[in-house]
């Protein structure tokens, strides 16, 4: 079983910056897709960004250009980085971590609320 813990959420102005962490359990985070996906209130959620166990990163147009999604397999935990945080960034954060074919696991998520 893998458990993930979201940190770095928080309130910042439109225009400022936050690092979300994740660390996860077990052994199988190196070999793991990780992702963050995000829910802003009413709408339905959405994939920010994953790296995969080689370290391919892929984002969302949205998000394109201000964040970055990393890893350290040494400590089992995944990052991602947000600058020039816009209003619209305001979700709940997920971490997720994907290990083929079937393992797939949620963190309890992180607010992160931008104000104008």
């Known amino acids: 079983q893998v458990q993930l813990v979201e940190s770095g959420g928080g309130l910042v102005q439109a225009g400022g910056s936050l690092r979300l962490s994740c660390a996860a359990s077990g052994n199988i985070f190196r070999l793991s897709t990780m992702a963050w996906y995000r829910q802003a209130p009413g709408k339905q959620r959405e994939l920010a960004a994953s790296i995969t166990g080689g370290g391919r990163a892929n984002y969302a147009d949205s998000v394109k250009g201000r964040f970055t999604i990393s890893r350290d397999n040494a400590n089992n935990t995944v990052y991602l980085q947000m600058n020039s945080l816009k209003p619209e960034d305001t979700a709940v954060y997920y971490c997720?971590?994907?290990?083929?074919?079937?393992?797939?696991?949620w963190g309890q998520g992180t607010q992160v609320t931008v104000s104008s």
């Open positions: 997720t971590l994907s290990f083929p074919p079937f393992q797939n696991y």
